[in-house]
């Protein structure tokens, strides 16, 4: 590989700060920061004089087209490509791209879920600008990222519900700093997505097809190694997956992703990358474009790039961890531990926050994350529970203690934490990022939530996070805007937060049978194992009243969500279901079938030979084999009628609990017996690679 000039590269296809400073006029420019930094209007000469430059150098990039760029709520994102032509009077053609194109576009929506929004007579959507992320060009397409609305106003995708919620808690954030004595411009959360993935063979990928129409394996016997050895985790990587993530690092760095850590995950063939953290709504675009390059340039190495949360039946499925904090455009950490008493009262009240925010608002926290891929990891005894909470750490939870029983605390020094009196000590790393089980851990300067699934938007999670966090702080505003004595007021707050909510705090082990006990019996936390228990909870009253109260979604907007994310679930698991009916009745029965012929005649032959032999392996494997394709007939009737009782059906909830009653178990029970079948048949004679082949066949 050629020599690269890695800062050459970086941001390279990326209209950014850099590139608009050095081309825009200075008046242009300062106008547009002001919008970028501080939501000002902009102007549409503004708008104009952006986008003559955006093109200019967009072509000089080999630009031809241009795209609104959104997320709708399909999850993954949409373009619809205009070219910059225009024919001139000569019969030529000019570049041309304007203001009012680069600030809204007129996409047909009608093909994108809206969950009955959008009226048929209004069909059009409208995309507009987030002039706070970045344009880029990828495919000789200028993209601008923009959110996406009908036109009565409703959002119809994920960046418009988290730039609300961006703002609400920016709003009150902004409230408790002014009480701290700080006048900041703005709050912003920032967030860093590590993602996981696994990384097979291409060829291996196209012949089967669950993987190709679902993304993860409906059958599959175990190999005889998975990943029990534990040898894979950060260990050597493989030179093609190294040439893989040679490749996938310079087209992030082109983008301006700051891809910066990679290694070998648990499972064998997964794999993980993370990016240096960014502000929420631009992580939230990155993340998805990074999603996007994964794939394609494993196509272009042979490979296949698995985002789906659980591929494989039997080993570690993919997750995300969203590591996120709030920041002031000062650059100061909200979650970061001040050095003096002053600073530490501030930074235990954001903290009570967050963990105010988690307790009340679990049901949402689980429900963001919640999809048909990501159930079959979340209490499946290797990603976080289901069951939220937070981990803090022995260090501060004993800090939090003292504080609530107003005894002194036994760290290096024995003092009584009487805020405002006391510094806090600083938390290292080491002592609060040991818990690996935990779904919410905060670790040193960040609250770490791991109950996301690999394939999920990032916008979801931080939807809910922010705005619940936003309504603590809130609370907190009202309450000591008016105190009289505030240290004494914030004093009080704070151990009223502690003692209200500790319930929420947890440092043993996640994973463990005893805490599903204590968790629900004793402390009354919540437990939503399913899509179809979680995401009903998203129309329950208190939920409902705090998303609208801080502006993040109307109530029809949220009854169209919750119908939609069911909706998902529900379509996700019928096309499973067909897929198993279809390679079952078409290769799995057939190829069993000529087997178990080809075994007979063998038998046939043997004997016509000889009656001295006993064929007692012939004879057993066929009888086995001839009673599985029985038993695998039932189990693919019975799925075959679940799957018809489904249609018709009008009511989406109902709908998602029949699915996880009845069809998720019926193609479980089918699946059992056709890996049962697997592990008798001859390899050659199995219609599809085995679970060895795939995991293991990349070197
Ligand atoms: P790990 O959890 O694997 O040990 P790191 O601690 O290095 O990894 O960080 C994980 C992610 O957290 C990275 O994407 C990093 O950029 C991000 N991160 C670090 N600090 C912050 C912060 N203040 N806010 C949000 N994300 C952060
Ligand atoms: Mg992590």
């Known amino acids: 590989m050629a020599k690269m000039n890695v800062p050459e590269l970086f941001g390279s296809m990326v209209f950014d700060d850099r590139v608009m400073r050095a081309r825009l006029s200075a008046d242009v420019y300062q106008s547009l920061r002001k919008t970028i930094d501080e939501n000002a209007p902009l102007q549409q000469d503004i708008a104009q004089a952006v986008a003559s430059e955006m093109r200019d150098w967009a072509v000089e990039n080999g630009a031809t087209h241009f795209t609104h760029w959104f997320q709708p709520l399909t999850g993954v994102t949409a373009e619809k490509h205009d070219g910059f032509i225009t024919p001139s009077p000569d019969g030529g053609v000019i570049m041309e791209f304007s203001g009012k194109e680069l600030i809204k576009g007129e996409p047909d929506a009608s093909s994108f879920p809206s969950g009955g929004l959008r009226a048929t007579f209004e069909a059009r959507g409208y995309t507009a600008w987030d002039p706070t992320s970045y344009a880029f060009i990828k495919d000789h397409t200028l993209c601008i990222p923009t959110a996406f609305c009908s036109y009565a106003g409703d959002a119809l995708d994920k960046k418009t519900p988290l730039l609300r919620s961006m703002q609400a808690l920016n709003r009150q954030a902004k409230r408790i700093l002014k009480l701290f004595g700080k006048e900041v411009k703005n709050v912003r959360t920032s967030v860093g997505p590590e993602q996981e993935y696994f990384l097979i063979d291409r060829e291996m990928f196209q012949k089967r097809p669950d993987l190709v129409y679902t993304g993860r394996t409906l059958f599959g016997a175990m190999p005889p190694k998975g990943q029990e050895l534990d040898d894979h985790y950060f260990g050597a990587i493989k030179p093609r997956v190294i040439a893989y993530m040679e490749d996938l690092n310079t087209e992030l760095w082109k983008l301006g992703i700051l891809a910066k850590t990679e290694h070998n995950e648990v499972a064998p063939a997964q794999h993980e990358l993370a990016p240096i953290f960014s502000t929420t709504n631009v992580a939230t675009d990155k993340n998805q474009l990074t999603m996007e390059i994964m794939r394609k340039v494993a196509a272009k190495h042979g490979l296949a790039c698995l985002l789906h949360e659980k591929p494989f039946a039997g080993v570690n499925g993919s997750g995300k961890h969203n590591n996120w904090s709030m920041a002031t455009d000062e650059g100061v950490n909200l979650l970061s531990p001040g050095d003096t008493p002053h600073e530490n009262a501030q930074f235990l009240l954001f903290l009570c926050a967050v963990i105010q925010a988690v307790d009340d608002y679990q049901d949402l926290l689980r429900l963001s994350v919640a999809t048909a891929g990501n159930d079959h990891r979340l209490g499946a005894n290797e990603a976080p529970p289901a069951i939220i909470s937070v981990f803090l750490g022995d260090e501060l939870t004993a800090i939090l203690e003292a504080i609530k029983n107003d ?92 003692q209200k909510h500790e319930r929420i705090l947890f440092n043993g082990n996640g994973y463990g049978e005893e805490w599903v006990e204590e968790a629900t019996k004793v402390r009354g936390l919540s437990n939503l194992k399913t899509t179809a228990d979680a995401m009903p909870h998203l129309l329950d009253p208190q939920n409902m009243a705090m998303l609208m109260e801080h502006k993040v979604f109307t109530e029809t907007e949220l009854h169209s969500r919750c119908e939609i994310m069911l909706e998902n679930y529900c379509k996700t698991v019928n096309i499973e279901g067909h897929t198993m009916v279809d390679m079952v009745r078409k290769n799995y029965l057939p190829a069993i079938e000529e087997y178990l012929y080809s075994l007979a005649n063998t038998i046939g032959a043997m004997r016509s030979v000889s009656d001295r032999v006993k064929c007692n392996y012939e004879v057993s494997t066929m009888e086995r084999l001839s009673e599985l394709t029985d038993y695998i007939l039932e189990r693919v009737k019975d799925l075959e009628k679940a799957l018809e009782d489904l249609k018709g059906m009008e009511d989406i909830p109902k709908t998602s609990e029949m699915i996880r009653d009845d069809v998720l178990p019926k193609m479980e029970h089918l699946r059992k017996h056709v890996d049962e079948a697997e592990m008798l048949m001859p390899e050659k004679s199995w219609p599809f690679p085995s679970y060895g082949k795939l995991l293991f066949s990349v070197y």
């Open 407 to 498: 005894v002194p605390y036994a760290g290096t020094e024995r003092v009584t934490m009487k805020l405002g009196v006391h510094a806090l000590p600083r938390f290292s790393r080491d002592t609060t990022d040991r818990n690996r089980t935990s779904p919410f851990a905060f670790t040193g300067n960040k609250f770490e939530f791991r109950s996301l699934g690999s394939s999920n938007s990032i916008a979801c999670c931080n939807i809910m996070l922010n705005a619940a966090v936003a309504e603590s702080l809130k609370q907190y505003a009202d309450r000591l805007e008016g105190a009289k004595n505030f240290e004494g007021e914030l004093h009080e707050l704070i151990r009223e937060t502690i």
